[in-house]
């Protein structure tokens, strides 16, 4: 068990071709992929993943989420996941000392983290390249522990 933190894109997939269009200036149906005999409507990304990196998880909740924790899903938006970023590089997480959980891990490992924020800031600046790119796509921020 554990802080487990997840960074998702959910990717809509159209039964509708928008660029091609029949005679009547109709979108063209295709089809969608099929999984398990189903219609597959929806792709889910994983962009990022952490574990027990409790001083990003504090900083979302706290920014976006009215600092209510309940493991729910946060929708992010590209100026808010590059916002995410920003904080990474210049080291504007939340203090060691204000992350603490039972499950949430200790200092050891919050500090390589904070060691290896670039890698972690490109994750997010990627993921609002991606939503940016995608008209049917969005971004959610979700832990479990």
Known sequence: MGLDM?????????KWDLSQRDENDMPLEVKRPVVDGF???E?????GTW???????????NEFADGVDKCQRIDLEADQLRKIAK???????????DCHGFFF???EIWDEYRAESEDHAKSFDKAAEWVESTSWGS???????
Not at 43 to 47: E, G, I, R, T
Not at 139 to 145: M, R
């Open 6 to 14: 997840y960074l998702r894109g959910d990717k809509f997939i159209s």
């Open 39 to 41: 219609e597959v409507s």
């Open 43 to 47: 792709q889910v990304l994983d962009l």
């Open 51 to 61: 574990r027990k990196f409790a001083p990003l998880h504090v900083y979302i909740v």
């Open 87 to 97: 904080a990474l590089r210049k080291n504007e997480l939340p203090k060691n000392d």
């Open 105 to 107: 891990g200790g200092d």
């Open 139 to 145: 971004v959610t921020y979700q832990a479990s522990w």
